[in-house]
């Protein structure tokens, strides 16, 4: 008869416990907040290049040299048209010098080799370039080949120069050269090059390279 008691009593105290446990898991307040229509966009980061309503427009100068002095300038207005901030970087791109041969008997007496298919025109080496930013030269190089990466170079270890969206400044590019930089050697060369504006979109990064 004790034991059956026992027994009762064992179940008793196991429903308590179990009914205590079940209470202590139901006893807790819970507040919830559902943060819904979660998405990812990536911003975007673009630049107008224009000069006088053309876009990325390039300039030609035929007949350097008519009035002595070699000179000009060009300027365009870059503007950030995304809605990311960004670096503005300017470098020089393809920049060649071509002899084009002997213009003529001027020219060979002063070059004798003007005639050498592989040689490079004389041009470039007596242009200096002047890059400016809102008006103020930033950076400079003579055109010579050899120099291609001198400015974008130079550019790159300038303070940054950061375009917020809608933002715009302007990049102007003038050259010159006395009239006793040169002699006959120039005669007939010609030189090309791109001018390269970029944007970057700032990172806590290295620097991208502007060569």
């Known amino acids: ?9 064992s179940i008793a105290v196991i429903s308590v416990v179990l009914a205590l446990g079940v209470g202590a898991t139901l006893a807790y307040f819970v507040a919830t907040r559902t943060a819904a229509s979660n998405r990812f966009q990536v911003g ?3 630049l107008n290049v224009d000069s006088n309503g053309q876009v990325n427009e390039p300039f030609v100068i035929e007949n350097l040299g008519d009035n002595a002095n070699i000179s000009g300038t060009k300027t365009w207005t870059v503007k950030n048209t ?16 071509q002899e084009n041969g002997c213009a003529n008997d001027q020219e060979k007496t002063a070059e004798p080799n003007c005639d050498d298919p592989n040689k490079e025109g004389d041009l470039g080496g007596v242009i200096t370039a002047n890059v400016s930013l809102d008006g103020t030269d ?4 003579t ?13 790159n270890a300038l303070a940054p120069v950061i375009l917020q969206p809608n933002e715009q400044r302007t990049v102007t590019v003038h050259w010159a050269t006395a009239e006793t930089g040169y002699g006959n050697e120039i005669q007939g060369d ?22």
């Open 82 to 97: 995304g809605s990311l901030p960004g670096r503005l970087l300017v470098r020089l791109q393809n920049l060649q010098n």
């Open 190 to 211: 010609s030189l090309s090059y791109d001018l390269n504006v970029r944007l970057i979109q700032l990172i806590n990064g290295p620097t991208p390279a502007n060569q």
């Open 143 to 155: 055109l010579a080949t050899a120099n291609q990466s001198k400015i974008g170079n130079d550019w």
């Open 44 to 46: 975007t980061l673009d």
């Open 138 to 141: 930033v950076v400079s190089s």
């Open 1 to 9: 008869m004790r034991n059956k008691k026992r027994l009762w009593v």
